[in-house]
């Protein structure tokens, strides 16, 4: 089992910032990757940003050069940094993890989401 726990999320006004956290744990041998997404209201679960496989990273068009990843390989733990929030970003942001547990088995666990708003 691989438990994924996502906090940092409010009720923000625009141009206002917020760091999202996503701490993972349980028997997991290796984490591929990692990274967020995000739903609003009426939309598909669409990709934030991750990290690959390959240890590069991965933007959204809608969110490149104003979010940032980051990584605590130490902590198991994914960051997403979000300078100025928009009214756009309103959504449930989501942690993800893909990898192999301890058995050999591939894993992809999500998170319970963190509520993000962006009003004024």
């Known amino acids: 089992q691989v438990q994924l726990v996502e906090s940092g999320g409010g009720l923000v006004q625009p141009g206002g910032s917020l760091r999202l956290s996503c701490a993972a744990s349980g028997s997991f041998f290796s984490i591929n990757t990692m990274g967020w997404y995000r739903q609003a209201p009426g939309k598909q679960r669409e990709l934030v940003a991750r990290?690959?496989?390959?240890?590069?990273?991965n933007y959204a068009d809608s969110v490149k050069g104003r979010f940032t990843i980051s990584r605590d390989n130490a902590k198991n733990t994914v960051y997403l940094q979000i300078p100025s929030l928009k009214p756009e970003d309103t959504a449930v942001y989501y942690c993800?993890?893909?990898?192999?547990?301890?058995?050999?088995?591939?894993?992809?666990?999500w998170g319970q989401g963190t509520q993000v708003t962006v009003s004024s």
């Open positions: 993800n993890a893909a990898g192999l547990l301890r058995g050999g088995r591939f894993f992809d666990s």
């Open positions: 990290f690959t496989s390959g240890g590069s990273t």
